[in-house]
């Protein structure tokens, strides 16, 4: 009965010792507000639905955490920070790792963090990092100047224009069975030809499934050299389990300890397939890109 006790005693204190969470942000986007599913959170392996803590918990113990995101929602981006401000707070932070930046962008990122560390102040840190106009700073500053704060930095996860261009002229053989599937190619294909409107090519097909495969395998590289435990961001399509970035951890040797967490709109829905971890959030206006596209091209 004392030992019962004595292990009541000790895990009670091990509950209260962690730090409470932050409260969340408040939604930005202006739609799915009345949806049943806004803000909830899914174990996608066992169906169980999480509070923020227990997603918290279940993240903090893994090596390799990678976050999808919609890149224009800023809900995303809120939250992402929010993640990393809780998970800092239950362990030390090995690294975090962004799609956003380029390879050649590494050295000007570590410039930066170097001289935040001694204190000095940086007037426009988007034009010290050269960042690129396609990731809006309005959304992506926050997470990125608290990174740079840190003592891990900012790491570069993606190609970029040079090895781009040059993987589009000569697209380089894929080593590996999980990546190279031929299931896989074809709803990679699909997912091209859909975002560019059915407007690409077919000659072109090929070299643009190169370059998003060759993208996927480079953040799978650079999460495999960074210190753990390691955050990496992305687009919801280069981190989920049957397309991206863990199929080519799979083709690398080390896909085991990672964890997926999608941060998906209301009215999307992610599957276990795709995912170990969704979060619903609210959702942007829908755009018709296809007509915007049109308009561009015919003017």
Not at 1 to 18: D, F
Not at 22 to 45: K, N, V, Y
Request: hydrophobic share 45%; net charge neutral; charged share 20%.
């Amino acid at each position: 009965m004392r030992y019962l006790l004595l292990c009541a005693v000790l895990m009670l204190g091990a509950c209260q010792s962690q730090p409470a969470l932050a409260p969340l942000p408040d939604w930005q986007s202006p739609e799915g507000r009345g949806q049943a599913e806004l803000g909830q959170i899914h174990d996608l392996r066992s169906g169980q639905r999480l509070t923020p803590q227990q997603l918290v918990e279940r993240l903090a113990g893994a090596p390799q955490v990678l976050v999808g995101e919609q890149h224009d929602n800023p809900d995303h981006h809120a939250l992402q920070l929010w993640l990393l401000h809780a998970l800092e707070a239950r362990r030390d932070q090995g690294s975090l790792l962004l799609e956003m930046l380029a390879s050649s962008q590494q050295p000007l990122a570590d410039n930066v963090a170097m001289q935040l560390r001694e204190g000095r102040k940086i007037n426009n840190l988007a034009k010290a990092l050269e960042w690129t106009n396609g990731w809006p700073w309005s959304l992506y500053g926050p997470i990125v100047r608290h990174g740079l704060a840190q003592d891990y930095g900012l790491r570069a996860a993606n190609l970029d224009r040079a090895e781009i261009m040059a993987i589009y002229r000569r697209p380089p053989a894929l080593s590996g069975d999980a990546s190279t599937a031929a299931a896989v190619r074809e709803r990679l294909l699909a997912q091209i030809r859909e975002s560019h409107c059915d407007k690409l090519p077919i000659s072109q097909l090929p070299a643009m499934l190169a370059v998003q495969q060759q993208r996927d395998r480079r953040m799978a590289e650079r999460l495999l050299a960074a210190p753990k435990p390691a955050m990496l961001l992305a687009g919801a399509f280069h981190v989920r389990r049957d397309l991206g970035v863990p199929l080519h951890l799979r083709d690398l040797g080390s896909a085991e300890g990672a964890q997926v967490l999608i941060l998906s709109e209301v009215g999307k829905p992610v599957t276990a397939e795709q995912a170990d971890y969704v979060w619903y959030t609210a959702a942007l206006p829908a755009e018709d890109h296809c007509a915007r596209f049109a308009s561009a091209t015919s003017s």
